[in-house]
């Protein structure tokens, strides 16, 4: 399933076989099934774009022929510290269109959600990338482009949606073979994952 193919992906980023961000423990033939994702992958993070597919993405999930509540649902976010709080305060604007006083929609950042579970997530992840040389585990050093965060943060905000979860990647850039790997793939696994490029 995608949980597979982000791992595998990620594995790739281990360098110097020391291990990076921990992600849950897998046994070997044990997959994990998660719900079908749509990643939505944005070249830019024009506000008003990503905040109106919010938007919608609560309106399905709160619509008429919707059984969720409030507490059924969560945003979660990653920004980089620099996006921060334009990001969130885009998120709590719309947001705050469906929740009300009784019951909130969940709004966290998506490091710190690891045990946490609601039926529907929706990820709002601010693509983000660096240079620089590793020294692998032969010791001989490569110069590399990598996301520390992108794939991870995938992998932990799909796990906690229990039935739907739709993934918003903004300021995607084709520059780190780990992440543009992992998405092309994924574009090949219609059965496990919907990649919508904008």
Known sequence: AEFSVIREH?????????????????????FLRGTKP??????????????????????????????LTNKDIAVLWYAGSEHIEHT????????GRWSSAEEEITVRVAG?????????????????????????????????????????????TLSRARVYCTI????YKPDCK???GMLDELRQRSDV????DH
């Open 10 to 30: 990620y594995d790739q980023m281990d360098w110097t076989g020391r291990g990076r961000m921990e992600l849950p423990p897998q046994n070997t033939g044990h």
């Open 38 to 67: 749509a990643i939505h992958v944005f070249r830019d993070s024009e506000t008003a774009t990503w905040s109106e597919l919010l938007n919608q993405e609560l309106e399905t999930l709160r619509g008429p022929d919707s059984s």
């Open 88 to 95: 969130v305060d885009t998120i709590y604007r719309v947001v």
């Open 112 to 156: 710190n959600c690891a045990s946490a579970e609601w039926p529907a997530v929706v990820f709002i992840c601010r693509y983000w990338s660096v240079s620089g040389t590793v020294t692998l585990a032969d010791n001989s050093e490569e110069r590399v482009t990598y996301s520390i965060f992108t794939i991870p943060l995938l992998y932990i």
């Open 168 to 171: 918003i990647l903004l300021d």
């Open 178 to 180: 780990y992440t543009d």
């Open 193 to 196: 994952c919907r990649i919508i």
